[in-house]
């Protein structure tokens, strides 16, 4: 393995991360250390918070400590700020930001106000950058990181944060099995659980039995918050509080236990109360919308030092129709929207005809999902008999040849996908697989009879639909997020492709929450879902291999792995196969031999066709109002697992109207 060097960021001046960041990224961090920049690095900054007058901050923050209910800046502060340089120009103070969204909770929320995770990526995903930790360490062979936090930043109820942040998150939340019965897969190595050493007050260090060569990246993850508030969730917590005080407040909850109270709590979906350190704090949570208000303890600044975010609001408008939506977006009420406004090419061409009369641009923003969805059989589904089908391949394989995958590509997406293929990863990723991604894609209703009726399935009912072995009609519900349109339309196809061959299908739009809950539950005939990241898919596989119950193919087998066995099914052989390839994965440096791995587990999935895709994704509509500036209009690439639109940084966005 490639030694890694220490990442080192000046905690003394401000400078330019000129070979990690552009406009728009983290220019420096906090706390006394750390090496010194050049002179031509240096950008003139104020030395210390100390410095900074009054008017460095919102006015209705300014207001706040004239009145004597908020601190003044510099004791909010910590001693040197992360500063972030604006993508166009220093911005104003005040107005609001309102966006629509699809669902509740609010998906896509989170990459656009809450991204701040112990390490955070460049635009496009290529490097990380400090965050909530100002520098770190890895060591030769990937085992040891330590991360220095970054001293003075402080939660939205003015609490430090601090290392003892980290040790609650990790030995009271992720290692209790009240709260998580499986163990994060992503923070373990080979099945093994990271110990965890308090260095000092603003220094960490996990330390792992066997190499963790991804470890690092996943702190820089969206959903990879590895510390939280103990000082406000002790109080929920069944370790930490009062016997007779919890149980009171479960009652006065209306929750069932102290487990659902605490996670409540501690969702930063909808817990009004929960500390945060993002640049917006939720103020209002409710099925018609969110507020989300300015956090007068944010810890980031501009070069010249004001505090961030330039915006004091942020408003979310819950709808539940797609045309809704775009009509919000054309009267310039959604001001700033991924994915709630369209997330195909005939949104963007409506979107675009509207631009002029909504005062807004559209960003063409590419997305780096592997698949514009992926179509799952529940493999362990509950029913035995409708399962015993499910698992012959050669029924998985009927069923992928059923589907004309070129008219969706052309009816659906318009002709803007340009390549059918299968769930895997991208061509460009070193993980792509030539094999697996062409396998059983075309479409040959012919090849897809003849297989069914080879197993056996050549009753027929009066309608046409094959019969099980047990005489009932095959019958399948097609589920999907109801919010996605392109899926229910495309699933819509598919059905009538599947009754032609004696397949019953119908399609079953959900909300998110409930898709979620029958999927963990098992619950489910099939699924249509997002596909998963493409570039660096070992990065979170549940798509591809049943490592968490909510793999939509295996929630048991998902289940099984993630606890150790201790619940669940055991999968198949060819299935366990790939799950022992994955945890030599997980822990091998070498990456030739991460790709080599990879390769192996798809080369059974070319052969057993567990899940399926239809085509590559094209770009996603972005809509800003021309109201909104410091919003990069290129370098744009969508990547769960990197980040997403908040490598941005909204916090440096702000209106001119404001």
Known sequence: MQRKQKRHISRRKFIHLSALATAGTVMAACAPGGAEPSADEAVPAADTAADMPPSMESPMLAEMVQNGTLPPLEERLPTNPLVVEPWEEQGKYGGSWNMVVRNTPHSHVYELLQYEPMLRFSMGGADLLPNVADSWEVDDQAQNFTFHMCEGIKWSDGEPLTADDVVFWFEDIVSNTDLFPGFPSWLTAGGQRPTLDKVDDYTVRFTFPTPAPFFERQMGHPFRESFRPGHFLQQFHADYADEGELAEKVDDSGFENWIELFLDQESRDTSTDLPVVFPWDLEQQGEDGNTYIRNPYYWKTDPDGNQLPYIDRVTTDVVRELSVAQLKAASGEAELQTFAVGQFPRDTMVLKQSQEQGDYHVIDAPISESNVFILTLNLTHPDPVLREIFLDR??????????????????????????IRQNVALPVSPHYHEGAAKAFVTYEPDTANALLDEMGLTDRDGNGFRLRPDGEPISIALEVRARRDDFVDALELISGWWRDVGISASVKPEDDSLFSTRRRANEQDAMADFAGPGFLPVMNPTRQIPVRA??????????????????????????????ALYDELLTTAAADRQRDLWLQIMDIQAEHLYHMGICDRASVPTVVTNRMRNVPRTGWNIAWEAGNIGTTNPCQYFKVDA
């Open 394 to 419: 050669r029924f998985r394989i009927a069923m992928s040849h059923a589907i004309d995958r070129e008219e969706i590509r052309s009816l659906i997406y318009l002709d803007q996908p340009k390549e």
């Open 550 to 579: 909510d793999c939509s193919w295996g929630p048991l087998w998902g289940q099984w792995y993630a606890t150790g066995g201790e619940s669940g099914e055991e999968p198949p052989a060819e299935v366990v196969q790939q799950l």
